[in-house]
């Protein structure tokens, strides 16, 4: 699927959505993980401590299955900077897609608007499950 339409609608978002002081604003650091490091951070003990997901795939792959407690917001919807934009910053955050492509190209808006803590399903849900994980339906 050619992303570039997609980058085309949320650019004028991303810098509408931007903070206005950027310089106050540092850029989220994002740690990029397989699906083993993924699943041991979701299942650690403090449950405070754990990020929400973010499922970025279409809500048809998204009904198909996901990781259990994801939350959907949809790379290709046209409303898709304005949701992100309206999460809390100080919180952390895993986002991931089908293969890694999407939330990989997400990244930068991540970072454009100031979160926190992001972390990155390397090989989204397809690794997810090629490492025997569980998705619910």
């Known amino acids: ?25 540092k850029p989220a650091p994002v740690i990029h993980l397989d699906a083993g490091q993924t699943s041991k951070i979701l299942n650690g003990p403090d449950k405070k401590k754990r990020p929400t997901i973010i499922d ?3 809500l048809g792959e998204f009904k198909a299955g996901h990781l259990q407690g994801a939350v959907h917001i949809d790379f290709l919807a046209e409303d898709f900077s ?3 934009g309206k999460l809390n910053r100080n ?12 939330s990989s190209n997400s990244l930068a808006l991540w970072k454009t608007l100031g979160f926190g803590k992001i972390y990155h399903l390397d090989g989204g849900l397809l690794a997810w ?9």
Request: net charge positive; hydrophobic share 50%; charged share 15%.
């Open 1 to 25: 699927m050619n992303l570039f339409p997609a980058l085309l609608v949320a650019l004028p978002l991303l810098i509408t959505a931007a903070p206005a002081d950027k310089a106050k604003i």
């Open 56 to 58: 970025i795939r279409t």
């Open 82 to 84: 304005t949701k992100i």
């Open 91 to 102: 919180t952390s955050y895993l986002v991931h897609c089908q293969s890694g492509g999407r």
């Open 129 to 137: 499950k090629k490492a025997g994980l569980p998705i619910v339906k």
